[in-house]
């Protein structure tokens, strides 16, 4: 440690499992012994915590009815947070987590905080899934890894993140997401390696390898891998955030074929699953979202694969939540006739460890002091939850080197790997013409759109209106349907068309200049409006400006491949079966397409 201000305090601790000399499971033992109920049943809870300004540890917030981060850790006995947000350096979110671990080792015993955080090393902005990489090294999506498809770049990406999430203090990784994106229209596809079973597990395996490392320790990164048993097969492609998306369905009977990522993550050591929010409908399983249901937790995942890690929930299956001003109910979807109470019981005895987004061990007290559930069962559940702590060295050194910090996360030689990653990532679907349109020349005049002026002033004259200019680069987002709040409209659903005014825009376009349209694929897009009609057609999976057109104009190579099919149409899509990968018939493009310029 080289900042003593943030430095924890050391302090007398009951005997033994402080000792770094003993066998875990005998420091586990000792410990367990020394927890009163309150504080075994604070190991249950994970909830979203906040930075404070200028790093400190946050106050409590009464118009988000949060309470302050000291409350969290000395008032309810919780050691596992979720970080939102980031601070604007390295070095002050390092300083701002040995604060809290100082707060920790304060408590009765000491027990340090575990932090995970979901994906910031994209450029996805959105407070319920991921967020951008702020002073961490920015890469394609996994879908854009997807694209690119090598498994020793993907474990070289879990490696590097895996070392500016530790230099930080972030020790839990919510994810990776190996749900197979079976249904078109989901919209949680940018975060998962795409449609193809083999090629998501061979590359979540190695995501987990890069965080991990060959077995967890000191210096690893927990994976709480997602969504078991596959989230991918949502009627109508709705996503189980929400009421109208709780059913999963099976109408291909392809179950067991959303399993095979999972199968590849638990040989990879996979440390911590989630299960999704969805209830699996017309299957042998009792329709109540997976995180509450017994014979997905305990009969297939514990009993079946063996799996003896950390199951966390996904967030607010207990209680009713209010998101930028809207209520939304807890996605108890199956109990929501059930009680808090009656939902908590109900996962415990699904064979769940811990709540993700809820912080009410209070109610965890009260249900074992009542005896509707033992605290032999809660013994269970404590021991892997103490256990990973042990395993990642929280207890032996919960804090992190400050100055060392800056010097780690998003250093000159990470960011260099992950813009290289993101012109990998460009994928070329089309490029007619006898003298093919792509690469580009430098120098040319340049009618731009989704693209900022100064970038594309690099690699020509910008001009003002297709009529002036040699070529048009247009930049698109696949489409989305706008919903009703403001948390809803994050998660791009609905029809894959683009509006009849967006493909007359970008036919007009096109037939006044050769025009090359990207389209950032964060979910499958309907092209077949405008595709025979455009120069050249290339999608992205998170790239920037200057990635994009250092591929366009041949500084770089295209090297991406479709992780995914193209449909045709969206009569295809509404045809096809929401749990079979590539269902839809005559797709525009297939699973595996891509054009080099070679």
Known sequence: MTDTETTAPTRARPACFQDPSLPIEERVDVLLRQMTLEEKAGLFFQT???????????????????????????????THFNVFGAAPTARQMAEWHNRLQGLAASSRLGIPVTLSTDPRHSFTENPGTAMMAGPFSQWPEPLGLAAIGDETLVEQFGDIARQEYTAVGLRVALHPQIDLTSEPRWCRQIGTFGEDADLTGRLGAAYIRGFQGKQLGPGSVATMTKHFPGGGPQLDGEDPHFDYGREQSYPGDHFEHHLRPFEAAFEAGTSQIMPYYGMPVGTEHEEVGFGFNKSIITGLLRERYGFDGIVCTDWGLLSDSHIMGDHFPARA???????????????LEAGVDQFGGEAIPELLVDVVRSGDVSEERIDISARRLLREKFLLGLFDEPCVDTAAADSV????????????????????????GETPALPLSRGIKIYAEGIEPAEAARYGTVVDSPGEADVAVLRLQAPFEQRATAFENYFHAGSLDFPAEQVQHVLQVASAVPAIVDVFLDRPAILTPFINEVAAAVVTFGASDDALLDVLFGEAQPLGSLPMDLPSSMAAVVASRPDVPFDTADPLFRFGHGLRYT
């Open 409 to 432: 996360v998003g250093n000159a030689a990470f960011r260099a790997a992950g813009d290289a990653a993101q012109r990998a990532a460009v994928t070329v679907l089309t490029n007619s």
């Open 333 to 347: 979807w199956g109990v929501e006739h059930l009680s808090v109470r009656e939902r908590m019981v109900k996962v």
């Open 48 to 78: 979203m915590i906040t930075i404070g300004e200028d790093g400190q540890l946050a106050e409590a917030n009464p118009t988000f009815g949060s309470p302050s981060t000291e409350e969290f850790v000395l008032g309810k006995h919780m």
